[in-house]
């Protein structure tokens, strides 16, 4: 099982940027996924989900409105589009599979957003 | 949302000795189908988390039977039986019964003494 996220770097307040998520290594396309975020030196937030089809999508507070989850199940791979940027969402961005599947769950490396004038 | 309170905030351990961390719901993580889905995570420094822990008491595979998860309700214990030098890290505990949001606890730092 993989999960390489790619997509993040430095941007202004503001601006915008794409995440990506490639999966290998399981059946992507039968499970819910996630993305989790963790700001330095401090703890784990979830962002946000989506269903396997993508017609159910469910966001943080924190990010409602301003970020965008998607999927594309021929390629395998999870997006968060992030619109409006602030400096409290520089972060490391982790896709991760479903939290309450007995015996498999995984985190990817990770891809980090720095949100800085 | 559901609130968890994890303590202590940092554990100092000698190697070969027990740990325990206590995680503390704002309410009750038992679903509607029967099931608590309460998870515990480790994070190694400068690595990615790691579950351990599922449904309370449940060890994913690979992970040494020195861990166990145990409680019910509100009140939920991670412990290590013997630390040893490679569980160094920050635990979280998390609910995935009402959500969302799903929701960590704040962490617990486990260091050697």
């Given at each position: 099982?993989?999960?390489?996220?790619?997509?993040?770097?430095?941007?202004?307040?503001?601006?915008?940027?794409?995440?990506?998520?490639?999966a290998s290594g399981f059946s992507f396309n039968t499970l819910w996924m996630n993305w989790v975020r963790q700001a330095p030196g401090r703890g784990l937030?979830?962002?946000?989900?989506?269903?396997q089809d993508g017609s159910d999508k469910k966001y943080a507070d924190s990010v409602q409105?301003?970020?965008?989850?998607?999927?594309?199940?021929?390629?395998?791979?999870?997006y968060l589009q992030m619109n409006s940027l602030r400096a409290e969402d520089t972060a490391v961005y982790y896709c991760t599979s479903p939290f309450t599947v007995d015996n498999f769950q995984h985190w990817g490396r990770g891809t980090p957003v720095t949100v800085s004038s | 949302e559901v609130v968890l309170t994890q303590s202590p905030l940092s554990l100092p351990v000698t190697l070969g000795q027990p740990a325990s961390i206590s995680c503390r719901s704002s309410?009750?993580?038992?679903?509607?189908?029967?099931?608590?889905?309460?998870?515990?995570?480790?994070?190694?420094?400068?690595?990615?988390?790691?579950?351990?822990?599922?449904?309370?008491s449940n060890r994913d595979s690979g992970v040494p039977d020195r861990f166990s998860g145990s409680g019910s309700g509100t009140d939920f214990t991670l412990r290590i039986s013997r630390v040893?030098?490679?569980?160094?890290?920050?635990?979280y505990c998390m609910q995935g019964t009402y959500w969302p949001p799903f929701t960590f606890g704040g962490g617990t730092k486990v260091e050697i003494k």
């Open positions: 099982v993989q999960l390489v996220e790619s997509g993040g770097g430095l941007v202004q307040p503001g601006g915008s940027l794409r995440l990506s998520c490639a937030e979830w962002v946000a989900n989506m269903n409105g301003r970020f965008t989850i998607s999927r594309d199940n021929a390629q395998s791979s999870l | 309410q009750s993580l038992v679903h509607s189908d029967g099931d608590t889905y309460l998870n515990w995570f480790q994070q190694r420094p400068g690595q990615s988390p790691r579950r351990l822990i599922y449904k309370v040893e030098a490679e569980d160094v890290g920050v635990y």
